[in-house]
Antibody
C-alpha cells in the first residue's frame, strides 16, 4: 500500500524558515516524480513544487527563489525547504506522487504551516 | 485567480447525474491531459480521472471524464450523499511550466 506521511509543519513568524518532509513507502520511490501542493484556508488547491526521478526541480512563481525541493532516494523522502515565509504561505501542505504530468495519484494527509506573528 | 475556470457550485438530487466543467486555454487544457480530483475537507485529495478520461483502479465507473478543445468535463452518475465534496480539475500549463488547478466546484447532493 502506498503511503505518504508529511511532517514538519508548525507556526513560524513571517520571514522565518521551515522544512517539510514527506516519508514515502509501499512503492519504488526513486522511479516516481513527487510534488508539493498546498491549500490555503478557504481557498483551492495550488501546486507549489515538483521534483522528477532524476532530481530536476520545478516551482510555482509564487515560491520561486524562496522554496527548495529535494529528494533522498536512500531514505525515500522528499523535502521542501521554505525560506522567507509570508503570511500568504499559510496553508495545509500535501505531498503527492506523480502518475503522469499533472496527475497525482497518491496524496498524504497534509501538514499545516502557519506564518503569523 | 485560478488559471482554469470551474463553476463554484453544482447540485443535484441523489441518484441523478451532474457534470462539472473546466475551461482553459491552448497552453493548458488545449495541449495537455486533464485530471480530476475529489477533496473532502480534512482528508487527502483523491485522483478520480487522469489523461482526460481514464479512471485509476478502485474508482467506480459512475465517474467519467471527457475533453474537447480547451475544455474538460467531469460527469458523475447515480449521485450519492457520499459524493458531496469539492472537485478540482488540473493540468500542465506549457506556458507557465506549472501544474495548474481550477478553483474548485462544491458538489451538493440535495
Amino acid at each position: 500500500e502506498v503511503q505518504l506521511l508529511e511532517s514538519g509543519g508548525g507556526l513560524v513568524q513571517p520571514g522565518g524558515s521551515l522544512r517539510l518532509s514527506c516519508a514515502a513507502s509501499g512503492f519504488t520511490f526513486p522511479t516516481y516524480g513527487m510534488n508539493w501542493v498546498r491549500q490555503a484556508p478557504g481557498k483551492g488547491l495550488e501546486w507549489v513544487s515538483g521534483i522528477n526521478p532524476r532530481g530536476k526541480t520545478y516551482y510555482a512563481d509564487s515560491v520561486e527563489g524562496r522554496f527548495i525541493v529535494s529528494r533522498d532516494n536512500s531514505k525515500n523522502t522528499v523535502n521542501l525547504q521554505m525560506n522567507s515565509l509570508r503570511a500568504e504561505d499559510t496553508a495545509t501542505y500535501y505531498c503527492a506522487r506523480d502518475r503522469a504530468v499533472g496527475a497525482f495519484d497518491n496524496w498524504g494527509q497534509g501538514t499545516v504551516v502557519t506564518a503569523s506573528s | 485567480q485560478s488559471v482554469l475556470t470551474q463553476p463554484p457550485s453544482v447540485s443535484a438530487a441523489p441518484g441523478q447525474k451532474v457534470t462539472i466543467s473546466c475551461s482553459g486555454s491552448s497552453s493548458d487544457i488545449g495541449g495537455n491531459s486533464v485530471s480530476w480530483y475529489q477533496h473532502l475537507p480534512g482528508t487527502a485529495p483523491k485522483l478520480l480521472i487522469y489523461d482526460n478520461d481514464n479512471r485509476p483502479s478502485g474508482i467506480p465507473d459512475r465517474f467519467s471524464g471527457s475533453k474537447s478543445g480547451t475544455s474538460a468535463t467531469l460527469g458523475i452518475t447515480g449521485l450519492q450523499t457520499g459524493d458531496e465534496a469539492d472537485y478540482y480539475c488540473g493540468t500542465w500549463d506549457s506556458s507557465l511550466s506549472d501544474v495548474v488547478f481550477g478553483g474548485g466546484t462544491k458538489l451538493t447532493v440535495l
